[in-house]
């Protein structure tokens, strides 16, 4: 069965500092891994995606994140955030062999304070 | 960018009642995916339909059920509301069973 954790429930960030979130998957295959980032009231919208290959990818919006497959971790950064990156981010997990029906961990809430 | 439509943005219902809510897929696209989001969880996969079938359930009773029509649109069902259903419900469709899912800004549903 695949999963995901997202350890930080909430985090707090001043405008212009940097941001990382954490993202823990448990997948017995490559699992392809994604970010997603949901403002209030709103859909999710797709950040970034893994699948192969390097293993830094670049996102929309200037978010990027790092998969690390001794650690089981797909976590997201940006070098510098803005008030508008305030919104909840989550990771998903899924695969080609059950056609991409993710698994999406619990989130993580972005504040920003000015 | 995204295309998918949703209705109704909320509904109150109470218990034991029957809901249905609907989901216009972005153009070109004949997968919808469901998720139903508990408040302050993620996203968990309802069930998906393809091309009109059923094609995937997740841990979900079957008083959730679907439908998909001819024109992809498709429709969430479910019978016997319990209040632990109160959710945003979530919409995503995609071109086959590509990686890449465009979600609908989800229809809130409380029980009361």
């Known amino acids: 069965a695949q999963s995901v954790t997202q350890p930080d429930i909430h985090i707090t960030v001043s405008e212009g500092a940097s941001l990382e979130l954490r993202c823990n998957y448990s997948?017995?295959?490559?699992?392809?891994l994604f970010w997603y980032v949901q403002s209030p009231g709103q859909g999710l919208q797709l950040l970034l995606k893994y699948f192969s290959g390097d293993t830094l990818v670049q996102g929309i919006k200037g978010f990027e994140a790092e998969f690390k497959r001794s650690q089981s971790s797909f976590n997201l950064r940006k070098p510098s955030v803005h008030w508008s990156d305030a919104a909840e981010y989550f990771c998903?997990?899924?695969?080609?062999?059950?056609?991409?029906?993710?698994?999406f961990g619990a989130g993580t809430t972005v504040t920003v304070r000015a | 960018e995204t295309g998918v439509t949703q209705s109704p943005t909320h509904l109150i219902k109470t218990r034991g009642q029957q809901v249905t809510l609907r989901c216009s897929s972005q153009?070109?696209?004949?997968?919808v995916s469901w998720y139903q989001q508990a408040l302050g969880q993620g996203p968990q996969f309802i069930f998906q339909y393809y091309r009109e079938e059923e094609n995937g359930r997740g841990n979900f009773p079957p008083r959730f059920s679907g439908l998909q029509f001819p024109n992809y649109s498709s429709e969430l069902n479910v019978n016997a509301l319990e209040l632990d259903d109160s959710a945003l419900y979530l919409c995503a469709s995609s071109l086959g069973t590509d990686e890449k899912l465009f979600f609908g800004s989800g229809t809130q549903l409380s029980v009361l």
């Open positions: 153009s070109g696209h004949n997968t």
């Open positions: 998903a997990v899924g695969a080609r062999s059950n056609d991409y029906k993710l698994s």
């Open positions: 997948y017995g295959a490559t699992p392809y």
